[in-house]
């Protein structure tokens, strides 16, 4: 167990914004029940011994009752968002969803596989060994965000990354926003109250076609106007997606840092958002982990959803060799059912 731990935590530590260290705590976990259960029936008490069973089984039943009412859970959350938020497709994620479970559970309630020929079910046995390979893929997504909220924080910062968002009329700053501005200032004035300098923050966002100035200059005026010295403001105002934000801030502060040492930087996003702007960082050459700021828990599903998808599709060449052969092997299969009949 202590093996599979040092491995998670070297490998983590080391580079937080890779998807491997998902499944390096999985299996740290994995073995660590095996070490607990290996524990718990060596202490000979049968109580004690029922009663982790039974807590054990009451959880087993939980998740598994998630996961079958998934469907419904991803409607009532459907409702919630369509309620607070816009009507707009990135927002209803999680009704398409929870709409497609719903009909992937009536055509296996038809059972129609009866009425096809063997070697026509031999072939659509390949979607649900896809589904499960994207399952996986999510649930080892999901886990690395959630480790991505634990990377140290480190007060000891130079530069701090603020990144864009679309602003409301096309000059104001939303509250989502907003937050990862007021987080970033609750940091820098925490590394100063840790008696180290206040860093200088980049503000990052360029000008969409819909907005009156660039996203930089309305959130470097907010951030003023809650008391931040102007002083230590940097724009970066050119760019139009998470990659250049990290690309084109990387420029601004190599020019102003003015050293050859690295300087140390952190960014700032909302909480849903830091671990696929991490692999931006990384993809841009840029030593930063993230800090995000907290987002409302309705919102969090859909957004998860997005957040996925673009992660996914970062590595669709990878994911396509997985399902390619998945496909192969299934189309030998049917070959073979054919020849056999």
């Not at 026509?120 to 994207?134: E, F, K, R």
């Not at 530069?159 to 937050?179: P, Q």
């Not at 100035?213 to 403001?233: F, I, Q, R, T």
């Amino acid at each position: 167990m202590l093996v599979f731990l040092g491995i998670f935590l070297y490998s983590w530590l080391r580079e937080p914004r890779r998807l491997i260290n998902g499944i390096l705590f999985s299996m740290f976990f994995g073995v660590f029940l095996v070490w607990l259960a290996v524990l718990i029936f060596n202490t000979d008490n049968e109580v004690f011994i029922t009663f982790m069973g039974l807590l054990f089984l009451a959880l087993v039943g939980v998740i598994l009752l998630t996961l079958i009412m998934g469907w419904a859970l991803l409607l009532w959350n459907a409702a919630i968002v369509w309620k607070r938020e816009s009507h707009t497709l990135a927002n209803m994620l999680t009704l398409f969803l929870a709409l497609f479970l719903i009909a992937i559970w009536a055509f296996n309630l038809l059972n129609t596989s009866r009425f096809l020929p063997a070697w026509l079910n031999v072939l659509l046995g390949a979607i649900p060994t896809i589904g499960t390979y994207l399952v996986f893929c999510s649930y080892n997504f999901l886990l690395n965000v959630l480790l991505y909220q634990f990377v140290p924080r480190n007060y000891r910062q130079d530069y701090l990354i603020v990144l864009g968002a679309g602003l409301i009329d096309g000059h104001k700053v939303s509250r989502l926003l907003g937050s990862r501005i007021d987080r970033a200032l609750v940091y820098a004035k925490k590394q100063e109250k840790k008696g180290r300098p206040l860093p200088k923050i980049v503000f990052s966002g360029g000008q969409g076609a819909d907005e009156q100035l660039p996203e930089a200059k309305a959130m470097a005026d907010y951030a003023v106007a809650h008391g931040w010295p102007a002083e230590l403001v940097l724009l970066e105002d050119k760019s139009k997606n998470t990659l250049q934000n990290m690309a084109f801030s990387k420029e601004i502060i190599a020019a102003d840092f003015g050293s050859e040492q690295e300087p140390r930087i952190k960014f700032f996003t909302n909480n849903y958002h830091t671990f696929r702007a991490g692999l931006y960082a990384k993809m841009a050459n840029l030593k930063a982990n993230g800090v995000g700021s907290k987002v409302r828990l309705y919102f969090l599903p859909n957004a998860l959803i997005r957040e996925f998808v673009a992660v996914f599709l970062l590595n669709k060449r990878r994911h396509m060799i997985v399902i390619s052969a998945i496909l192969v092997i299934t189309l030998f299969a049917t070959i073979i059912t054919v020849i056999s009949h």
